[in-house]
């Protein structure tokens, strides 16, 4: 089964309106300057793998009281087997939250359709055409479109989320992604954190003002059902 690289027991954000928990998975194909997750993406052989025994009694220990948990990472997707942690995780009666960069398309619309996945968020990077630019890596543009698209459709619940980053992103590409997502429910506006990044130049970078969050929130409504502003 997919190595378990860490577990946070209660992440009370990361699952909006359930009690969860977090399981983080290592590796991905993305290589995002600004990654506050650099150990998982760059040095995932430098983490304890969690055991699978004290995995499954954690499960069994929290039912009744968790709602759900969180696959997150790295990117979850990446892993060929994750449908096996899902079904571990669905068969104990838990709601399960995928994140991902939506560069498995094929494999996320299986895992929704098999009814493993309750709640989808997928991390916008920019818009379509910069996106080479931005995860410094090989994208297919067209397998992060199908995503969408996968997402928009599938019937369960689902946030676009975008992390801005003060010399990376800014107003004319926030109102390309609203017009690449436009109709979407629910998009989300992140803080970015300078902390632990994959470029350690990132760590220098200072967050946008809250008040630049609320006015581009305020400026991407149209495109949207719900605009969030998480972390400012």
Request: proline content about 6%; some cysteine; charged content about 25%.
């Given at each position: 089964?997919?190595?378990?690289?860490?577990?946070?027991?209660?992440?009370?954000?990361?699952?909006?309106?359930?009690?969860?928990?977090?399981?983080?998975?290592?590796?991905?194909?993305?290589?995002?300057?600004?990654?506050?997750?650099?150990?998982?993406?760059?040095?995932?052989?430098?983490?304890?793998?969690?055991?699978?025994?004290?995995?499954?009694?954690?499960?069994?220990?929290?039912?009744?009281?968790?709602?759900?948990?969180?696959?997150?990472?790295?990117?979850?997707?990446?892993?060929?087997?994750?449908?096996?942690?899902?079904?571990?995780?669905?068969?104990?009666?838990?709601?399960?939250?995928?994140?991902?960069?939506?560069?498995?398309?094929?494999?996320?619309?299986?895992?929704?359709?098999?009814?493993?996945?309750?709640?989808?968020?997928?991390?916008?990077?920019?818009?379509?055409?910069?996106?080479?630019e931005i995860?410094?890596?090989?994208?297919?543009?067209?397998?992060?479109?199908?995503?969408?698209?996968?997402?928009?459709?599938?019937?369960?619940?689902?946030?676009?989320?975008?992390?801005?980053?003060?010399?990376?992103?800014?107003?004319?590409?926030?109102?390309?992604?609203?017009?690449?997502?436009?109709?979407?429910?629910?998009?989300?506006?992140?803080?970015?954190?300078?902390?632990?990044?994959i470029d350690?130049?990132?760590?220098?970078?200072?967050?946008?003002?809250?008040?630049?969050?609320?006015?581009?929130?305020?400026?991407?409504?149209?495109?949207?059902?719900?605009?969030?502003?998480?972390?400012?």
């Amino acid at each position: 089964m997919v190595e378990i690289k860490g577990l946070e027991k209660f992440a009370s954000k990361d699952f909006p309106g359930h009690i969860s928990s977090t399981v983080f998975l290592a590796g991905c194909n993305f290589r995002c300057p600004f990654c506050h997750n650099s150990d998982l993406v760059l040095n995932p052989g430098s983490l304890q793998t969690l055991d699978l025994n004290f995995f499954l009694s954690y499960l069994d220990s929290r039912k009744g009281w968790l709602d759900g948990l969180c696959l997150s990472g790295g990117e979850p997707l990446l892993h060929e087997d994750i449908e096996v942690l899902a079904r571990v995780i669905k068969d104990r009666g838990f709601l399960l939250k995928i994140d991902t960069n939506g560069s498995f398309p094929e494999r996320l619309e299986y895992l929704i359709r098999e009814g493993l996945v309750d709640w989808v968020a997928m991390d916008i990077k920019g818009p379509l055409k910069r996106y080479p630019e931005i995860v410094r890596a090989k994208v297919d543009l067209e397998k992060i479109n199908r995503s969408v698209e996968v997402i928009k459709n599938s019937g369960v619940e689902y946030i676009f989320r975008t992390t801005v980053v003060p010399g990376l992103l800014g107003e004319n590409d926030l109102i390309q992604i609203g017009g690449w997502l436009k109709g979407a429910r629910v998009f989300q506006l992140q803080q970015f954190v300078p902390q632990n990044t994959i470029d350690p130049e990132y760590l220098k970078v200072k967050p946008y003002p809250a008040e630049q969050l609320q006015s581009w929130a305020e400026l991407l409504k149209p495109y949207f059902e719900e605009v969030r502003i998480e972390g400012a």
